[in-house]
Nanobody, 115 residues
Framework: QVQLVESGGGLVQAGGSLRLSCAAS????????MGWYRQAPGKQRELVAT???????NYADSVKGRFTISRDNAKNTVYLQMNSLNPEDTAVYYCYAASRTFGSWGQGTQVTVSS
């Protein structure tokens, strides 16, 4: 199994920036991709961005051009740089790690954007 620990959430004003981090431990050799999802109150969890071991990235349309996902393989850490935040980005953000046989979730970190 893979353990994931997120950090970097908080309260920010609209137009501001935050960077989320997700540190992976455990069976990290099995990971083939990692990503960020978010869940706002009363809404379903949705994909934000993913990155494969090869560095290919994918973004939700709502965050393209504002968010950037990256990874530091030496630190087993994935980042989500979030710029130009708006109140619609308010949610709990979850890190996800996928292997060929299972997936792992982090505990989530709250991001709140005030108008």
């Amino acid at each position: 199994q893979v353990q994931l620990v997120e950090s970097g959430g908080g309260l920010v004003q609209a137009g501001g920036s935050l960077r989320l981090s997700c540190a992976a431990s455990g069976s990290i050799f099995s990971i083939i991709a990692m990503g960020w999802y978010r869940q706002a109150p009363g809404k379903q969890r949705e994909l934000v961005a993913t990155i494969t071991n090869g560095g290919s990235t994918n973004y939700a349309d709502s965050v393209k051009g504002r968010f950037t996902i990256s990874r530091d393989n030496a630190k087993n850490t994935v980042y989500l740089q979030m710029n130009s935040l708006n109140p619609e980005d308010t949610a709990v953000y979850y890190c996800y790690a996928a292997s060929r046989t299972f997936g792992s979730w982090g505990q989530g970190t709250q991001v709140t954007v005030s108008s």
